[in-house]
């Protein structure tokens, strides 16, 4: 398992758009994706779970990845917080 | 005549017929299913979701042409919705297991769900649910085999009026004839907020009860810019709103036609008129004003909610783009100005928990001590000038030996470079911002080694009058008409001007068109605006006689107080 904390970079934290792109890189590897916040933990693959998290911006999240291409998921979601996941 | 105050979602003015857009008030009904008929109620269930996956499609290529590929990632984001086990898995286990319709099942699994986000304490995320019933709302009108009206067939102009408007609902707006539209529920920041105002469409949303209290074929009036509703307006009421609605059109026209005019006062004095610029992504708006340069290109933004610093490729893209299409217009990029908690999120070690960071290590003084981070961006610049007209601006300097400093590392950065094989000028032009007394007071003393000044107003009067602008209890002290803020700012630009270099003024000074004659009276040769009061400060100057503002800051500056100030710029009409 790998851990990585990141920083929430949407402006509006993570709503609908964002968690929607989340869950497409969550959905393209095989291992278990969980996202943690202030204790709460809820599953990278689910949009719905992802917006209950209210996750604001700025806000410290921790992901949690576990399976076989745990490493490629990791880069791969860390470059969507990078890329401030493509808000214009 | 009634008014009713809610929360303006979108600025502008409608003035028409309401249409009270009913609310569908879809009623479910629990039903029990013989056993073996559940699968079939299942399969029922499943013909549901893939029609509702075909409307979303639609939906998508809708968003796509009208608004582009960002906005259609929220339909996309539906997609998920759809397919999260919360509706794929949950509903089915409910239907099976407790024997019931799917339209109880889907019911009852989007109330719990609802439970949840009601217990969320922010309220931007609790808003968030109703993409959540946006997507419920198509299931359930498949599932009862629901025509919903769309609002397509509306076919005179009007104002909408509904108890909720979903984010799919107001896609569909802008091809309807909708001059506006008013609800009784959502905030600011609901989609179908942002969605308003990316359309240009006025809203007033939270509004509580206006669906009930408007009739289809009301006359309405619409203020989005305040918030309100006004059902049944006396003539004197429309009449007025019609001419605020006139004016908005004509002053917004006049703004307009001031575009790729010279920003030249009644006596023919020529400034030069430049925008401040947050992030690249400001640009398509910044060319259309026609600016005449970039005169604070702020680059924190390169470094903001990362886990690495930006590499030198990643900026020189970055500058490039900018400097490429102001061409030959001037760019003035400023090196980041950040604190030590940036470094920290970067994993760089930084300084922690500084008790007073305004006075801490930012800007220059935090890169003189990461050599290589300043490095980088000074090379990341330096190979961006070649596609452009680029400056390099310094933050936060407050020694002479500060200014030496950046000079020996922007040489050994240029002679690296040459080193390399990369194309780089000679010579590329450095300038300081003024933001602390200091370099102000001894700005003599800089001026050898720089080639041009930038006084940065924000900073400036916060270290002039030792005012924390986000402390709420000496903010009232804030004041950019304090007389001593305006002798320093002519100090620096009569200091400048006598030794030939140019000075700029950057900061909200330059966007207050009330602070704008005394700039321009003290002969500031550019002004770095914020690009939405770019138009505005430009008409400003155009109708400023320069000659007139220097006699006023010449008294300006012997003032004891702002209000003798104000009072002064009050009798000329400012």
């Known amino acids: 398992m790998i851990k990585k904390t990141l920083i929430m970079t949407p402006k509006l934290g993570l709503h609908a758009k964002p968690a929607g792109m989340f869950v497409r890189e969550s959905c393209r590897f095989q291992s278990e994706i969980m996202l943690c916040k202030d204790g709460t933990e809820v599953n990278g693959k689910s949009v719905m779970q992802l917006m209950l998290l209210a996750a604001e911006c700025g806000a410290k999240v921790i992901l949690c990845i576990t399976g076989p291409d745990e490493v490629e998921a990791l880069a791969a979601i860390e470059q969507l917080f990078v890329r401030k996941f493509d808000e214009e | 005549m009634i008014i009713i105050k809610g929360v303006g979602a979108s600025p502008g003015i409608a003035i028409g017929k309401a249409y009270v857009l009913e609310d569908e008030e879809i009623v479910v009904t629990r039903t029990e299913i013989p056993r073996d008929r559940l699968r079939a109620e299942v399969a029922r269930f499943r013909a549901a979701q893939k029609a509702t996956h075909r409307d979303l499609d639609n939906a998508e290529a809708k968003v796509l042409k009208l608004l582009g590929k960002n906005h259609a990632k929220l339909i996309d984001a539906h997609r998920l919705i759809l397919r999260d086990t919360l509706i794929t898995k949950d509903v089915p286990q409910r239907i099976l297991g407790e024997g019931v319709n799917a339209e109880f099942a889907l019911s009852e699994a989007l109330e719990a769900v609802n439970q949840q986000f009601e217990k969320l304490e922010d309220e931007f995320f609790r808003e968030r649910r109703h993409d959540l019933f946006d997507v419920g709302k198509r299931l359930l009108a498949h599932l009862l085999k629901h025509t919903r009206r769309s609002l397509g067939d509306i076919d005179h102009p009007c104002v909408l009026i509904a108890r909720n408007l979903l984010p799919s609902d107001t896609i569909n707006l802008k091809e309807s004839r909708i001059l506006g539209f008013a609800t009784d529920l959502g905030g600011k920041t609901s989609h179908t907020a942002i969605l308003a105002q990316s359309l240009e469409i006025p809203a007033v949303v939270g509004l509580s009860d206006v669906s009930r209290r408007v009739k289809s074929g009301d006359m309405v009036i619409l203020d989005g810019e305040q918030g309100l509703v006004i059902i049944s307006p006396t003539a004197e009421a429309v009449a007025k709103y019609e001419k605020a609605q006139a004016q908005e059109v004509k002053a917004e026209r006049e703004l307009e036609s001031l575009k790729g005019l010279p920003a030249v006062t009644l006596d023919d004095k020529r400034f030069q008129l430049e925008v401040n610029l ?195 209890n000496v903010t009232h002290l804030y004041d950019p008409f304090h007389p001593a803020v305006l002798r320093l700012i002519q100090h620096v630009v009569t200091v400048a001007h006598r030794a030939g270099k140019w000075v700029g003024v950057c900061g909200e000074m330059t966007s207050d068109p009330h602070a704008v004659p005394l700039l321009v009276g003290m002969g500031c040769d550019s002004l770095s605006i914020s690009p939405r009061m770019f138009l505005r400060v430009k008409e400003t100057v155009r109708n400023l006689r320069a000659a007139v503002m220097a006699k006023l800051v010449a008294k300006a500056v012997t003032c004891s107080d702002s209000e003798e100030i104000r009072r002064l710029m009050r009798e000329q009409g400012l």
């Open chain 2, 278 to 472: 947050d992030t690249p992504e400001e640009m398509k708006s910044v060319l259309a004003l026609q600016v005449d340069g970039i005169g604070l290109f702020r680059t924190e933004y390169l470094y903001l909610n990362r886990t690495t610093s930006p590499t030198e490729e990643e900026q020189t893209k970055a500058y490039m783009a900018v400097a490429k299409a102001m061409a030959p217009r001037p760019v003035v990029i400023r090196t980041a100005d950040i604190g030590g908690d940036r470094l920290t999120q970067m994993g760089i070690e930084g300084p922690k928990n500084e008790t007073n960071p305004f006075m801490g290590l930012r800007g220059v003084r935090l890169f003189l001590r990461h050599l290589d981070l300043f490095k980088t961006q000074l090379r990341a610049i330096l190979r961006a000038t070649v596609k452009g007209n680029v400056k390099i601006m310094i933050p936060m300097v407050s020694a002479v030996a500060e200014v030496q400093a950046v000079r020996r590392l922007l040489a050994q950065a240029v002679a690296e470079l040459q080193a390399e094989g990369v194309e780089t000028p000679k010579n590329v032009e450095l300038g300081i911002m003024v933001e602390i007394p200091s370099a102000a007071v001894l700005l003599d003393a800089f001026l050898p080694h720089c080639d041009f000044v930038s006084v940065g107003t924000n900073d400036l009067i916060q270290y002039t009058l030792a005012v924390d602008r986000v402390n709420e």
